[in-house]
């Protein structure tokens, strides 16, 4: 492509500009570049993002225009259809091409492939490119020609293909293109997606940097820092040990190729084991895995992956516990640090998520996806995959899922995973006092204990609002009776 027709960058969940595709291809044209977000709560099927997503979406659009800005470029930003939108900035720029990194969920794929067919109809070249994972969901089948429903496969299957390619670099300058004067663009502030009127979003900021230049600074931080123990240390939420780059992930600030490759290196140089680089990148693999079950399943977050939950009989569950568990007041402490370091900082320790959601699901028996979409709405990382891939794994009732009878015991999670109470305690300030001897089970301790600590159960922290071992038992019978159901 030569002369002055522009090209446009339809930036999405890839708002960055190293190892960027779509950026990469539409630079490699010589073509003035408009650079392009469209925030679109309108098209039918997409779901539109949570609140702390919404604040994460502020701060990564705002440092994607700062970079542009550095080297040449400009964010533009529109608000509506895309459908709509980027054919008509196509004939207004009389841009010759429009770029974009692909999206795997089934509306997101019917959107584009009709603005891929719209802008062909027109004259203009229409490319998509692989930005968001590791190897595309139809390169990977088993031996039979269909779709992996089991991770461990899936991931012996991807590591046995070719390495992806290696990460680009981001672009050193671009040109913009003149933006075409009858189109209004958006201010960043005209999307309104802060919180205002409350902001809640204090601890959020507190605990996070969002943007191309946070997500490089954080892998930088986990490589030098917490890779090496990673594999020893990745349960205990009272150890920093985990990456914290699921959010940058979700908004694609950092790709997968870029982590994958940083961790190879690291292994390479000696700065980390092949276990713990094992583990970690299998993390990663469960992200490709759930992108994969997303393809196959588009209404991974509404239905049952397995079909035959579908007749799982839910008791009726006492209403006012799913706000207790949202508000971090269940009277189980690894649960209350859990929840409450969600709403605190907009995302919650791995393993906490595990025993949160199982405590959901089988001892409160409240439907997955209402923890899904509580999930997705406080979530800095609600990913469309992995969000529900995650609670139907808790479940029972997703691919490679955890059998029913496997029942998060919340009291033996937190002494085997916060021995000290370390992380209790810094989520739960009204059971700083207690001893570590009591502080996962604080129903049981002494009353001279609880006195000494300043804790008055029932009034300065709650109760248990369910009995552990009888929960447990009406949900091994309630999902036994669902395997006999199946036969």
Known sequence: MTGQAPAIVWFRDDLRLSDQPALQAAVETGAP???????????????PPGGASRWWL?????????????????????RGAASELIPQLAAASGAAAVFWTRRYGAAEIALDTAIKEALRRNGVTAQSHNGQLLFEPWQLKTKAGGPFRVFTPFWRAALALPSPAHPAPAPKAIKAADWPGKIKRLALDDLGLLPLKPDWAGGLRKAWRPGEAGAQAQLRHFLESRLARYAADRDRPDVEATSRLSPHLRFGEISPR???????????????????????????????FSYHLLYQSPDLATRNFQKRFDV?????????????????????????????????????????????????????MVRWRRGEEWFWDTLCDADPASNPASWQWVAGSGADAAPYFRIFNPILQGEKFDPDGAYVRNYIPELG??????????????????????????????????DHDRARQRALAAFAELALTNG
């Not at 994958?260 to 469960?286: C, M, N, Y």
């Open 433 to 466: 006092n207690m001893p570590a001897k009591w502080i996962h089970k604080p129903w049981t301790a002494p009353p001279f204990v609880l006195k000494e600590a300043g804790v008055s159960l029932g009034s300065s922290y709650p109760s248990p609002i369910i």
């Open 58 to 78: 502020h701060h990564s659009l705002a440092a994607l225009a700062t970079s542009l800005d550095k080297i040449g470029g400009r964010l533009d930003i529109l």
């Open 33 to 47: 570049i408009i650079c392009l977000y469209v925030f679109d709560e309108v098209s039918s099927g997409l779901r």
């Open 258 to 288: 870029q982590i994958l490759a940083a961790t190879r290196h690291a292994q390479d140089s000696g700065d980390a084991s092949p276990q713990g680089v094992a583990k970690f990148t299998a993390e990663i693999g469960w992200r490709e």
């Open 312 to 364: 799982f009989k839910w008791p009726e569950p006492n209403p006012d516990h799913l706000r207790l568990w949202q508000r971090g007041q269940t009277g189980y402490p690894i649960v209350d640090a859990g929840m409450r370091e969600l709403w605190q900082t907009g995302t919650m320790h791995n393993r906490v998520r595990m025993v949160a959601a199982s405590f959901l699901i089988k001892h409160l």
